[in-house]
């Protein structure tokens, strides 16, 4: 069974950084895609940004493009999400999540979060104005 867990959230002012992380076990992460999405109090989960199973490819929302940097360590089997300037708007709950399939790159598949079959806890992130 795969499992997912992410780390790093917290409290912080506006303009600073955070950085997540997302531990995986069961299955290495090797060959597959790996997405971030948040859910805000009252709105619905949204795509924050994902990287392609070889990390060649990376695409992110446009309200976070230019400050979020998703990676990954496949030797750590772990990604990232490193977020800088941050802003009151980024207060949610981040997930991270895993598919199935392997070898998945394209972006029309990896912003929806049906493309996932796995998914972390998740981690609050928490902005004060």
């Known amino acids: 069974q795969v499992q997912l867990a992410e780390a790093g959230g917290g409290l912080v002012q506006a303009g600073g950084s955070l950085r997540l992380s997302c531990a995986a076990s069961g299955r290495t992460i090797m060959n597959y895609a790996m997405g971030w999405f948040r859910q805000a109090p009252g709105k619905e989960r949204e795509f924050v940004a994902a990287i392609s199973w070889n990390g060649g490819v990376t695409y992110y929302a446009d309200s976070v493009k230019g400050r979020f940097t998703i990676s990954r360590d496949n030797a750590k089997n772990t990604v990232y999400l490193q977020m800088n300037s941050l802003k009151p708007e980024d207060t949610a709950v981040y997930f991270c999540?895993?598919?199935?399939?392997?070898?998945?790159?394209?972006?029309?598949?990896?912003?929806?979060?049906?493309?996932?079959?796995?998914w972390g806890q998740g981690t609050q992130v928490t902005l004060s104005s």
């Open positions: 999540a895993t598919p199935k399939t392997r070898f998945t790159a394209a972006i029309a598949t990896l912003r929806e979060g049906r493309s996932y079959d796995y």
